[in-house]
Every structure is written in C-alpha cells, then in structure tokens.
T-cell receptor, first 117, second 114 residues
Framework: AQKITQTQPGMFVQEKEAVTLDCTYD???????LFWYKQPSSGEMIFLIY??????QNATEGRYSLNFQKARKSANLVISASQLGDSAMYFC??????????????FGSGTRLLVRP | DTGVSQDPRHKITKRGQNVTFRCDPI?????LYWYRQTLGQGPEFLTY????????KSRLLSDRFSAERPKGSFSTLEIQRTEQGDSAMYLC????????????FGPGTRLTVT
C-alpha cells in the first residue's frame, strides 16, 4: 500500500525556535518523490520543498529543510527560526514513480502548527 | 506569470442541483489534477489530465462526476445531482510534467450542499 503517515495532529513552537514535523511513508516503488505543502487558513496549498528518492543530499529551501532518512522511510520537515506567519496546516505528500504513474500526490492527514509569540 | 486560478471560490447549492467548477492552470503546464479535501483531511486525488487526455480517474469519482479539459488548457469539473456528501473543497493543481514534479495549487472551490 502507498501511504503517508503524519502522527502529530497539532504542534506548538515558540517564535524564532526550530520545529520538526514528522512524516513517514510507505511505497513499494524504488523511485518516488516526497513533498511538503503548507495550507494557511485561506485554504490554498503552497508548495514548500521536494526530495527525490535518489537525491544524495537532503533538500533545503530557505528556512525549510527536509530530513530524509530512506532506511526509516521518513521525510521530516524542519522549519528553522519560526515566524508567526508559519502558523498553518502542513501536509506531507508522495508521488510514487512506478510504471504508468500518473504523478498524483498522496497526502497525509496533516499537522497543524501554531507559532506562539 | 499568473498562478492556478479557480472559479467560483465558493458555491452553495441545494441537493439535487448540478454544479460546474472551472480551473485555469499555469499556462505552460501540461498536467492538470483535481483533488477533493474534506474538513480535517488531506486532499484526495480525483482525476488527472495530460494535455486534453483524461488519463486516470479515482474510484472516488462516481458517475455523477465528470471532468473535461477540451483544448488542453482550462478544465471543468461537473457534479450532477449533488448530495450533501459532496460538500468539500475542490482543489485544482497543475505541473510542468517534464522532469518537474511539484504541483501548484489554485485557491480551491468550496462547495456546500444544503
């Protein structure tokens, strides 16, 4: 089965501190992509970061980094120096690149992050 | 460069009515996706177009749902004989499709069926 699991329904972090949002995945395809999206209360899904399964280095985009541990099948998102505007829902997602892939995203259930001033 | 747009942003309809939503993807993107998101859940895949061809439909897409992308540009999603269970956010996303896999989402259409 192809599945994304996010076990933290909600998280708090103090402004300016770092926070890690957990994500584990399951797929039998050897090639896949992992994504994180942010969904503010306005509802739009905002792409944050991408990690390919064969990428040697962990992806980074500004204050976002993806801690990719292939053997553990985990793809945790690290947000450094949290800001009040980071308060939102965060979704981990996967695209298995198997034969005949439609490249559709498979999402987890999300983690709600609240940044405290 | 404009992002993905969706219209309308909100739709309230009575049970049994038909509704149609429109999605305009980023212009150079040839892949277009529809997802449905209910409260407290992650989005779920509904259907996928590559250019004008509809290449995959989820089992979630009952025969009351139909989607088109007639010229490989904008897409429409129609729900016939709406039911209260159809109430959700309908999200459209597009991607370039040539070695770039990230999908860019529109603001969504929130449907409420009364």
């Amino acid at each position: 089965a192809q599945k994304i699991t996010q076990t933290q329904p909600g998280m708090f972090v103090q402004e300016k501190e770092a926070v890690t949002l957990d994500c584990t995945y399951d797929t039998s395809d050897p090639s896949y992509g992992l994504f994180w999206y942010k969904q503010p209360s306005s509802g739009e899904m905002i792409f944050l970061i991408y990690q390919g399964s064969y990428d040697q280095q962990n992806a980074t985009e500004g204050r976002y980094s993806l801690n990719f541990q292939k053997a553990r099948k985990s793809a945790n998102l690290v947000i450094s120096a949290s800001q009040l505007g980071d308060s939102a829902m965060y979704f981990c997602a996967m695209i298995p690149f198997g034969r005949d892939s439609s490249y559709k995203l498979i999402f987890g259930s999300g983690t709600r992050l609240l940044v405290r001033p | 460069d404009t992002g993905v747009s969706q219209d309308p942003r909100h739709k309230i309809t009575k049970r049994g009515q038909n509704v149609t939503f429109r999605c305009d993807p980023i212009s150079e993107h040839n892949r277009l996706y529809w997802y449905r998101q209910t409260l407290g859940q992650g989005p779920e895949f509904l259907t996928y177009f590559q250019n004008e061809a509809q290449l995959e439909k989820s089992r979630l897409l009952s025969d009351r749902f139909s989607a088109e992308r007639p010229k490989g540009s904008f897409s429409t999603l129609e729900i016939q004989r709406t039911e209260q269970g159809d109430s959700a956010m309908y999200l459209c996303a597009s991607s370039r499709g040539t070695g770039e896999y990230e999908q860019y989402f529109g603001p969504g259409t929130r449907l409420t069926v009364t």
